[in-house]
């Protein structure tokens, strides 16, 4: 462990947030606004760990566990009855919104940055697509916002990880070159069949066998609550190693293992949930460390205006606008359109999708692309994170 200095410095920062983490709850400051600012302050001593930047040997592996952990925590969040139940919003953000979101995104960066390839900037406007709740953490456990909105916010963040990911993987196998030359059928169709056919159906089967053995485990006393815990660790790594053993996408399988998670058994499922939950908000505070440590240092060199109105422009108007279209005529008022517009942060997600990104194609050629998105995030933690516990108060009078 001496070998390792970040991991026992992770556990003192944990430690001391942890104990101030009630106050903090209800403030300004949250948990990525002290973990990326440490970071920052930390990529200001010449450390040997910081040499290699993102492709750090670390890096690649945490990445992978901690983005499989949270498409499969994602997944199997949804309560799909109460899902049905009261779809409308979610559904008219996600099926509506969420597309345009990608289309006003590219189309405003092919004509801001026209000496970036397009292919970049398309990607780049998809990696800030997906919504991370968590930002405005006050929001979404905070009783002043309504039940119906908190949910609508945090289904819909939950849910457009998995969604956008798919079109993602598409743009970073062009980029790469190896979806092959051109754009062959046949190679197409055996590359959407690997990553987007076996992917959900190695991860399905594997969720609701892992969700099936553990409830039978239950009910016949076979089981401890720990291991019932541990489970759910368990069910994400062996959908994703098994998707990736047979070809298909491991990220998709593990976020589809969640969703079709095979139990209903309420005591199992929040078991699983509570520990899978915790796992991944440590994984979670320490890619937000890592953050502030390698990718800031490396973006703000190349940070100018332009970048800076594209980073504003993705939190407000990108987001904002096609909220509020596919929230036309829902029944919401207009300060409430907007609310849920608004909080749409830029968080672990694009993150962790950029990282993905500069693991398989490196930083050179795509400079420009890290440091936007690097400036969006962060312009995002302090915006949302800032807004959120006085934007909350007001629903206070209506409800």
Not at 78 to 95: C, E, H, M, N, V
Not at 143 to 153: A, D, F, K
Not at 306 to 313: D, E, I, T
Not at 325 to 352: C, D, E, H, M
Request: aromatic share 12%.
């Amino acid at each position: 462990m001496h070998d390792h200095p970040i991991v026992v410095f992770m556990a003192l920062l944990i430690l001391g947030y942890g104990l101030f983490s009630r106050k903090a709850e209800n403030s300004v400051v949250t948990a990525p606004m002290v973990f990326v600012v440490i970071g920052l302050l930390v990529s200001f001593f010449d450390l040997e760990l910081l040499q290699e930047g993102p492709k750090a040997n670390f890096v690649k592996p945490l990445m992978e566990f901690t983005l499989l952990l949270v498409l499969f925590i994602d997944g199997s969040t949804i309560d799909l009855k109460s899902l049905k139940q009261d779809r409308a919003l979610p559904f008219r953000l996600l099926t509506f919104g969420l597309p345009l979101t990608m289309i006003l995104g590219a189309y405003l960066a092919i004509v801001m940055f026209p000496e970036i390839r397009p292919l970049t900037l398309i990607l780049m406007a998809f990696i800030l697509s997906p919504t991370d709740a968590a930002l405005g953490q006050a929001v979404v456990t905070g009783e002043q916002v309504p039940r119906r909105i908190r949910q609508t916010i945090n289904v819909e963040s939950g849910l457009n990880d998995g969604i956008g990911l798919p079109p993602i993987l598409v743009c970073i196998a062009l980029l790469s070159g190896s979806a092959g030359e051109g754009f062959d059928s046949q190679y197409w169709l055996a590359f959407v069949a690997k990553q987007f056919v076996f992917g959900p159906l190695i991860g399905g089967l594997i969720g609701w066998l892992g969700g099936k053995l553990v409830e039978i485990a239950f009910r016949k006393g076979m089981i401890t609550p720990i291991y019932q815990m541990l489970a759910s660790v368990s069910i994400a790594v062996l959908a994703f190693s098994g998707a990736e053993h047979l070809g298909g996408n491991g990220f998709i399988a593990a976020y589809v293992a969640g969703m079709l998670l095979g139990t209903q058994n309420e005591h199992v499922r929040e078991r699983m949930k509570e520990f899978g939950e915790a796992g991944s908000q440590i994984m979670i505070l320490f890619i937000f460390l890592l953050f502030g440590m390698l990718l800031i240092p490396i973006s703000y060199p190349l940070w100018n205006w332009k970048m800076l109105a594209y980073a504003l422009l993705s939190l407000t108007v990108i987001r904002m606008v096609p909220a509020a279209i596919s929230l036309y005529k829902s029944g919401l008022n207009q300060k409430t359109i907007w609310f849920i517009g608004w909080f749409g942060p830029r968080g672990i997600a694009s993150v962790l999708y950029m990282l993905m990104v500069i693991i398989e194609l490196g930083t050179v050629g795509y400079e420009d692309m890290v440091s936007i998105i690097t400036l969006t995030v962060l312009l995002s933690i302090f915006l949302h994170g800032i807004t959120a516990v006085p934007l909350s108060g007001i629903f206070k009078r209506k409800y």
